[in-house]
């Protein structure tokens, strides 16, 4: 072997070498940041409860070091119900802004109430409007509505994500009879049932996030 072929070998392994520093330096750094997680609120109808579980909800995921949260809120969203392929700009804006929020996330938890034994149209629209940005991600829901508190939506949210490749977590926190169970400033008046099921769920939810984001690192989903 020449000397110009070994150095040429040597400049090549260096290369391949930096480059593998390189992916294990961006997998490292991607694994041991905090997770995104977005609450999306998912209904739009005027007097509605859903901001008062969303900020309930909101306060004890803030309480997590390592989880960030982002909120989307169908209600502000304003996503058009008419799936045109030229949007005006206006709209056009506000359909990208959301979703880039939701593919900026790690993970998502749904709030839901339970309009006729199903979930509202609003949350239904967005979800149908976007396809990868749920795709190989954790979805977690927090319910509320009368006596089933809001599962017969979520059951029926669980087979929707799984036609997006969502993975949907088997705990959830509902409130039946939800308005009854909250004060004025929307505090709990019996938070200790609440808030541990909040833990169970978050816990579930971070344990997902984290095995998926690790895996997507070593390997694109569906690739």
Not at 101 to 129: C, G, M, W
Not at 132 to 156: M, N
């Amino acid at each position: 072997m020449t000397s110009a072929t070994t150095a040429t070998t040597a400049t090549t392994a260096s290369a391949a070498s930096a480059t593998s520093a390189t992916s294990a330096a961006s997998a490292a750094s991607a694994t041991t940041a905090p997770l995104r997680v977005a609450v999306i609120i998912g209904s739009d109808r005027h007097g509605r409860f859903g901001p008062v579980i969303a900020d309930w909800l909101l306060s004890r995921v803030r309480t997590r070091e390592d989880l960030t949260v982002d909120v989307v809120d169908v209600a502000e969203a304003e996503l058009p119900t008419v799936f045109s392929p030229h949007p005006e700009p206006a709209v056009r804006d506000r359909l990208v802004r959301v979703a880039a929020q939701l593919d900026a996330a790690d993970a998502f938890i749904v709030v839901t109430p339970e309009y006729n034994h199903s979930f509202p149209a609003a949350l239904k629209n967005l979800i149908d409007r976007h396809r990868a940005e749920w795709q190989a991600k954790p979805v977690a829901f927090v319910s509320y509505g009368g006596i089933s508190g809001g599962l017969r939506a979520v059951e029926q949210l669980r087979q929707v994500f799984a036609e997006l490749h969502a993975v949907t977590v088997r705990d959830t926190v509902s409130f039946h009879g939800a308005q009854a169970h909250f004060d004025d400033e929307g505090n709990h008046l019996d938070p200790a049932g609440p808030d541990a099921a909040a833990k169970v769920l978050l816990d579930q939810l971070t344990w997902w996030a984290l095995a998926l984001r690790d895996a997507k690192a070593v390997r694109p989903y569906g690739r």
